[in-house]
């Protein structure tokens, strides 16, 4: 029997892996840790990876870390989670028996990133892919119920139909970003063949099967709300000034600097590796986008 951590185990990625790895996997011994102690149920385990020691989780097999943020708050900051968490990984390693290592970074990940999201990522890959046995998986935007994504949309649209007749001010070139999202069932494939294998390759870009835009996801939103979505571009840089001194302040459920930086920049990349080392094609993402943003 194999014993498999998931720290981050209470996230929606978190959740997705450890229900893969209970389904696929059924003989081994699933570990599923939290440091959010107020969100804990019986199938969750206490263990703050900052604080509490590394020898109560005994030998470990495989250790996945599916811990990550989007953005910063008072409890959690890019460097902590993306940097500190790898570094500690690292160094707890030998307590709990050396196990493999499954982490789950970003698609785009660089340490060299002017993006804090992106760099912090990318360090942390880089202090894992130095050690043996370890594996980073990079997912593009995954495609869970309700995500942040799909909140924003939301969120546009509503404001653009009461207060700007259906006409939402977009910053230029935005429309235009490509983005390639995955469906939560290939990431749980990926994850097990890494559970089960050990391949040569250490470093994997997981994204679906189909290029999309924000453009295109802005006029689904509409048509499943029925609304014609006339979007007026304008300048980014004027938007930029006006999404880090008012929007981010005032109206930070909507988007923070962080975010806006995100939008443009293309999310795409090669999904042959993944298809060929998991034996079968990835899946479309077109239909959960169109029936995600219908109004229930």
Known sequence: MKRIAVIGASGRLGQTICSAISMQLPETELLCLSRKKAALDEKFISFDPFT???NILNHTDILINAAGIIHESGDYAFEEVHVRLPQLIIENRHLIGNPKIIHISALGADSTHPIAFLRTKGEGDKILLKQPGCYIVRPSIVCTPNALLIQKLKTLLELS????FNHPFIPADFLKTRIQPVM???LQELIVKLCK???????????GAEELTFGWLIEQAGKARNQKINPIEIPKNLVAVVTRNFISVWFPELINYEQFQLLFKDNIADKNPVESFIGKSVQSTREFWENEFKET
């Open 197 to 207: 294998e050990s391949p040569n390759n250490k470093l994997w870009n997981l994204v």
């Open 184 to 186: 939560p069932v290939d």
């Open 161 to 164: 139909s009461k207060y700007l």
């Open 52 to 54: 509490d020691d590394w």
